[in-house]
């Protein structure tokens, strides 16, 4: 009896952890029409949204017509202006990735291509984006 307990309480553990985290496919601009994306995010122990930005099949953005300097991951919460995440950073077999923490429940993601890293505001054309509405 005992063990049957347990078991059904990791169960219920494991099913409540699960609904915690997602993946979103995010869509591509015509700009990079091979290229796909995917969305994934997990609650943190503090109650923020841990995400990954993963992508296979993207040019480096110096091959963009015309070429750009770096990939920006943008947060743009609900009624707010966007937020810098930082570089997606693109590797030889034309994959991508970027992680990033945020305490909003409801974003979108953007990827944009961009002259200079540390731009304040996205000015180049949008890459890649995703919603992430968590509950």
Do not use: C
């Not at 993946?23 to 995010?41: E, F, R």
């Not at 099949?57 to 110096?62: E, K, V, Y």
């Not at 947060?75 to 077999?93: F, K, S």
Request: proline share 7%; aromatic share 6%.
């Amino acid at each position: 009896m005992r063990r049957a307990s347990l078991a059904v309480s990791i169960m219920v553990l494991l099913l409540g952890l699960a609904a915690w985290a997602a993946d979103i496919p995010m869509v591509a601009s015509s700009l990079v029409p091979a290229a796909a994306g995917k969305l994934s995010y997990e609650h943190d122990r503090n109650g923020n949204i841990k995400f990954t930005v993963s992508t296979k099949n993207l040019a480096a953005p110096s091959q963009l017509t015309p070429a750009k300097n770096a990939y920006i991951v943008w947060i743009e919460p609900r009624d707010q202006q966007p937020q810098n995440a930082g570089v997606l950073t693109v590797n030889n077999n034309l994959e991508g990735s970027f992680s990033g923490t945020t305490p909003h429940k409801t974003f979108n993601v953007v990827v944009t291509a961009e002259d200079n890293p540390t731009v304040t505001q996205p000015s180049g054309p949008e890459i890649l984006h995703g919603t992430v509405q968590v509950r």
